[in-house]
């Protein structure tokens, strides 16, 4: 059973691509412009069933701009296309991918606006 966590992560960095109006990140480059977002970091816990591997898998997003909160929200509800919408993996299956939070804030040096998404995935192994 080939484990799908490289493939989720290439097809959810493409989803975003697709869904976002600013640029989307693993890792970002120096001197990038804002707005921009980046995958934070992820994690998965084993939810096996009777008959094959299946995961819950996290995935946590962070949306920066130097404009505005209003600005994160609006990229916020681009993410939120994605809620239910199937992802085509090259190893396993994406079950479920399910916006399961989001929050916005002003970062402490009072110019940066930062979101956080989280995304609940569920996959199984191929």
Excluded at 2 to 7: F, N
Excluded at 74 to 96: D, K, M, N, R, Y
């Amino acid at each position: 059973m080939a484990d799908p966590t490289l493939a989720l992560h290439i097809a959810v960095i493409a989803a975003l691509d697709g869904a976002c109006s600013c640029d989307v990140w693993d890792t970002v480059p120096q001197n990038s412009g804002y707005p921009y977002v980046v995958s934070d970091y992820q994690y998965s816990d084993n939810e096996d069933f009777v008959a094959q591997r299946f995961d819950r898998r996290i995935c946590y997003l962070s949306i920066w701009s130097e404009i505005s909160q209003a600005e994160v929200m609006g990229i916020i509800a681009e993410i939120e296309t994605l809620h239910e919408q199937p992802l085509t993996l090259t190893t396993g299956t994406c079950v479920s991918l399910r916006v399961d939070s989001k929050r916005t804030f002003r970062e402490p040096d009072a110019l940066t606006f930062r979101g956080q998404v989280i995304l609940r995935i569920y996959t199984t192994h191929s």
